[in-house]
């Protein structure tokens, strides 16, 4: 009987709970597998904890936000972990394979692993669409679904006072989580990070809305620079005159849209509020396919292969596909988009 680990490591996603029970029901149901799982992402590999994982742990979790396996940003590499206690813990433990679940971190993590010789397959995972090799990932669907929910309620008392309202999204790198939920929300500007803008575009964006009566609503992404910032402003933590930053772009944006228009502005930070709470039924039933799917790759010892949607089919790449590169915005998406703002 072929004993497999599941592991969920880096920030969580909804969708999680789904891969996980689609992957123990399948396993279980169609090829007598038998699982278990690591607590929190590489530590419990490391660390050698394990929790029970039958039929009975992944009833009805489908429906829950976050992972029932806890999660942590370890690299399984760095303290006591490298390639010989990882072996060593899966021989103890009888584990023929593990299930790594995760973001470009874990899925470096796992190739590094599986080139030096261990069983592993990985699931992609994060809610910021921004990992090559795979359409969407879950969890991205349930984030731009609460965008857009938090941008109508922000539009209605923005409406009732006339002013601006900014909407910071996640998305350090990436514009996904943004350019969707701000056309979806009709929003008048859509600020990301693969595109700078200046400020005098962003007026015009916001005037124009304002002059037409309505209150200008902008989302904007976390990681989004302004063209008069270079890419060292986020990291040291600076706004776009040097000067240290309190809050996120969204709140650094806000003074500086009022200063220059006269209409009273204000941001709204969304958070983690993002990745909270039961995801989406596309969420779920992609996240149970990629689920299903990834035990194939584990039956057939596929070892350094990962499930990937592409179109509506789930397909298997090597992690090296999905590394490397993130999935950008590419700029006709953008384009696009733009032609409605204002
Ligand atoms: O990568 C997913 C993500 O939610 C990003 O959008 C965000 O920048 C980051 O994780 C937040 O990380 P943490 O949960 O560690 O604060």
């Known amino acids: 009987v072929m004993r497999i680990g599941i592991l969920t490591s880096g920030g969580d996603a909804p969708g999680l709970n789904a891969v996980i029970r689609g992957a123990v029901l399948k396993g279980d149901k169609e090829y007598g597998q038998q699982f278990v799982g690591f607590k929190a992402g590489w530590r419990g590999v490391v660390e050698e904890e394990l929790v029970p994982l039958g039929r009975h742990e992944v009833k009805g979790i489908s429906k829950q936000g976050g992972t029932i396996l806890g999660t942590s940003r370890t690299n399984p590499f760095e303290g006591r972990g490298g390639v010989d206690r990882i072996s060593e813990v899966l021989e103890r433990n009888e584990i023929d394979s593990i299930i790594a679940i995760g973001g470009e971190g874990t899925l470096a993590a796992a190739k590094r692993l599986s080139d030096e010789g261990l069983p592993i397959v ?63 929300a009709g929003a008048h500007a859509i600020l990301i990070p693969e595109q700078k803008t200046s400020m005098e575009e962003i ?12 209150a200008p609503l902008i989302v904007v992404s976390e990681g989004f620079a302004l063209d008069t910032m270079d890419d060292t402003h986020h990291e040291r933590g600076l706004d776009a005159f040097g000067r240290p930053r309190l809050g996120g772009i969204g709140e650094h944006l806000a003074p500086m849209i009022e200063e220059a228009t006269g209409i009273e502005t204000r941001a709204t930070t969304l958070g983690h509020i993002q990745r909270g709470g039961t995801p989406s039924s596309y969420d779920r039933v992609l996240a149970t396919r990629l689920g299903m799917a990834v035990l194939d790759l584990a039956r057939d010892k596929r070892w350094g292969q990962m499930v990937a949607l592409r179109g509506t089919d789930i397909v298997d790449v090597p992690f090296e596909d999905a590394l490397g590169k993130l999935k950008t915005v590419p700029q006709e998406r953008y384009d696009e988009a733009s032609l409605l703002f204002g």
């Open 122 to 184: 990985g699931v992609p995972k994060t809610i910021d669409n921004d990992i090559s090799a795979t359409d969407y990932t879950f969890g991205f669907d349930t984030a731009v679904q609460i965008a857009t929910d938090a941008m109508d309620r922000l539009r209605t008392t923005g409406d009732s006072h006339q002013r601006c309202m900014i909407a910071e999204v996640m998305g350090r790198h990436v514009g996904w989580i943004a350019l969707h939920s701000g056309m979806a």
């Open 203 to 214: 007026l015009g964006w916001v005037t124009s809305a304002n002059d037409r009566g309505r």
